[in-house]
């Protein structure tokens, strides 16, 4: 009898888990800060400081606006941009759309705290990490 409460137990912890997990889609939506950003493309060494620099700079300026009605603003750079973001069906992929430029990048890791995107340009990859901030 104890071995049949106990898995009973189990069972309703595993459900009662399951459906209060969120899908991609509830998490993306808010405020987000770029944090890290790595890159598989071979940096010459006399352009590492400037490279460096940039990515500094970029984490330090960084804010991207995801709403819930499937738009974004997103301000890198002290240049902003709008558009629309769709997370796939099996909660793999990010889509973004500026003016008509579609970029699909690979969520390898999703919270509601942390995004890690990948995306892929020939057979360079870049690594884009980033914390929610509100």
């Avoid at 970029?103 to 999703?110: D, F, P, R």
């Amino acid at each position: 009898m104890k071995n049949l409460i106990g898995l009973l137990f189990m069972f309703l912890l595993i459900v009662s888990l399951a459906s209060c997990s969120q899908s991609a889609s509830d998490m993306v939506p808010g405020e987000w800060q770029i944090t890290d950003l790595k890159t598989t493309s071979d940096i010459p060494e006399d352009q590492m400081e400037a490279y460096n620099a940039q990515i500094e700079e970029m984490k330090n300026s960084s804010k991207i606006v995801f709403k819930a009605d499937g738009t974004f603003e997103q301000t890198i750079l002290d240049e902003t941009s709008n558009g629309k973001w769709e997370v796939s069906e099996d909660g793999k992929t990010l889509s973004t759309d500026i003016d008509g430029v579609k970029e699909v990048k690979k969520i390898e890791e999703l919270s509601p705290e942390k995004m890690v995107l990948v995306v892929a340009f020939d057979s360079d990859t870049t690594t884009t990490t980033l914390q929610k901030v509100k």
